[in-house]
């Protein structure tokens, strides 16, 4: 199993920055991919931004340009830097996992949300 941490959601004003968390941890052999996901009230959850094993990143249009994502391996931890934030930004956040465990089963796992306000 895998367990993800995040931290570093809240409230900002526009144009502000935050930086956003996530650490996994558990029976991990490997990570495939690791991201970040957002979901806004009434909206769908959609892809903000990805890192592959290999470094790869993958960002949605809309943030490309302001958000960064980044990985510390040793940590098993991936962080989301946002910057110029637009109140559309506005939703909670969801770090996504997909490992591969000891066992060298496939495992895909969801962090509990981190809520980011971006308001005025």
């Known amino acids: 199993q895998v367990q993800l941490v995040e931290s570093g959601g809240g409230l900002v004003q526009p144009g502000g920055s935050l930086r956003l968390s996530c650490a996994a941890s558990?029976?991990?052999?490997?990570?495939?991919?690791m991201g970040w996901y957002r979901q806004a009230p009434g909206q769908q959850r959609e892809l903000v931004a990805r890192?592959?094993?290999?470094?790869?990143?993958h960002y949605a249009d809309s943030v490309k340009g302001r958000f960064t994502i980044s990985r510390d391996n040793a940590k098993n931890t991936i962080y989301l830097q946002m910057k110029s934030l637009k109140p559309e930004d506005t939703a909670v956040y969801y770090c996504?996992?997909?490992?591969?465990?000891?066992?060298?089963?496939?495992?895909?796992?969801w962090g509990q949300g981190t809520q980011v306000t971006v308001s005025s």
């Open positions: 996504n996992v997909v490992a591969i465990l000891s066992t060298r089963s496939t495992t895909q796992t």
């Open positions: 558990g029976s991990i052999f490997s990570i495939n991919v």
């Open positions: 890192i592959f094993s290999g470094g790869s990143t």
